[in-house]
């Protein structure tokens, strides 16, 4: 028994031996300065390759069983499209223009997303965009709660190598007011970046993950701004763009878009064969459950700090029902009234929701309230 406790008292002493050489090595090629810091060097190949050969790894262990949604969905791509022109696009390029020389010049440099991702997954895409890559200069998600906008990304992202200049300008590129100058419209000049995602007066949003803002109550709109500024509304998207405005902009953009004449979204299903269930929940509510009616809140006779729901696409009302159920607005303004209401819904609800609210104009709404 004295022998095979003498051979692992011996082993456990050379790896001590062994590491304590290592790291002394390590000090003294830190502390003789002879390794170049200096990003315009470049790295020494070997550190180069392990760099490489570790992040690739790490990636790879935390990746492995995210769910991901279709991400051949043209108002994921859509969504996405916006927030790489204004977020992306500065580093790593664009089909319209070549990425900035300041950041070509970054150690690592920003590689070019113009072409096929490979060898990575959806699923290693997802958490790179999500959570960022230490010592890259890349960042994580400014909302990493918002998992719908990083498979945004995604999916742009994927589909970014067949796009060209003129598609993507038609997805990514500010559009701005075509009918007046900037001059002439108060706030249009600012509408310049929400136009890309959001429409304008021509125009509605190009995804259905997107609020239609038009017609939208002025001081709701303002609120948002306000609360995505603050990161009291989480969003990756928009609180870089809102973190850019003051509050005279805020009102300026809240003015413009109320004053736009409503567009509804195209109807996923025919109104009349919405659920009684949406119907039900919506203008009476379910007093056993305690959900109170959606348009005692959401009516057009209701507070000028409630969004109006009519005409809005059902994908962008469900999503935000479950952001709500998730817990993820908690600290906006209404979250008092609102979070307490989303958890007691469940999937079903949120579907047949979703389907009444756009298909049902604000008439029928007015019409049908108890």
């Not at 400014?142 to 995604?154: F, G, I, L």
């Not at 609800?349 to 007015?366: C, K, N, P, T, V």
Request: one cysteine or more; proline letters at 8%; hydrophobic letters at 40%.
């Amino acid at each position: 028994m004295q022998a095979p406790a003498r051979s692992i008292r011996r082993t456990v002493y050379r790896v001590l031996i062994t590491l304590i050489w290592l790291g002394s090595g390590a000090f003294l090629v830190a502390w003789s300065g002879v390794y170049n810091v200096a990003a315009s060097s470049g790295h020494w190949g070997v550190v180069d390759a392990f760099l490489r050969f570790g992040m690739r790894h790490s990636v790879s262990l935390r990746a492995g069983g995210i769910d991901e949604p279709d991400l051949s969905s043209r108002d994921l791509i859509a969504l996405g499209a916006g927030h790489f022109e204004r977020g992306c696009a500065f580093c790593h390029g664009s089909p319209d223009k070549p990425g900035s020389p300041v950041a070509a010049a970054m150690l690592p440099a920003p590689p070019s997303l113009a072409t096929p991702l490979h060898p990575w997954t959806d699923q290693e895409l997802f958490w790179i965009v999500r959570h960022g890559i230490k010592y890259t200069g890349m960042p994580a998600w400014p909302a990493r709660e918002r998992a719908d906008e990083v498979w945004a990304m995604v999916a742009f992202l994927r589909k970014l190598s067949d796009i060209d200049v003129v598609e993507y300008r038609a997805l990514a590129v500010p559009k701005g007011d075509t009918q007046k100058g900037p001059s002439e419209v108060p706030g249009a000049a600012l509408v310049r970046n929400c136009a890309t995602c959001h429409g304008d007066r021509e125009a509605g949003p190009e995804s259905a993950l997107v609020p239609r803002l038009h017609g939208q109550r002025e001081r709701f709109l303002a609120n948002a701004l306000d609360q995505y500024a603050k990161g009291t509304r989480p969003s990756g998207i928009m609180q870089t763009v809102a973190l850019g405005l003051n509050g005279r902009d805020m009102q300026l953009i809240a003015k413009y878009y109320a004053g736009l004449p409503s567009i509804p979204a195209p109807p996923s299903v025919n109104k009349h064969e919405t659920s009684e269930l949406g119907r039900k929940l919506a203008t009476e509510g379910d007093p056993a459950r305690r959900i109170p009616a959606c348009i005692s809140c959401h009516g057009p006779q209701m507070h000028e700090t409630f969004p109006t729901l009519d005409g809005q696409s059902a994908a962008y009302l469900a999503g935000q029902l479950r952001l709500w159920k998730a817990g993820h607005n908690t600290a906006t303004d209404s979250a008092a009234i609102m979070a307490p209401i989303a958890v007691r819904l469940n999937e079903r609800d949120i579907e047949a929701l979703a389907r009444y609210f756009s298909g049902a104009s604000a008439q029928e709404a007015a019409e049908m309230r108890p």
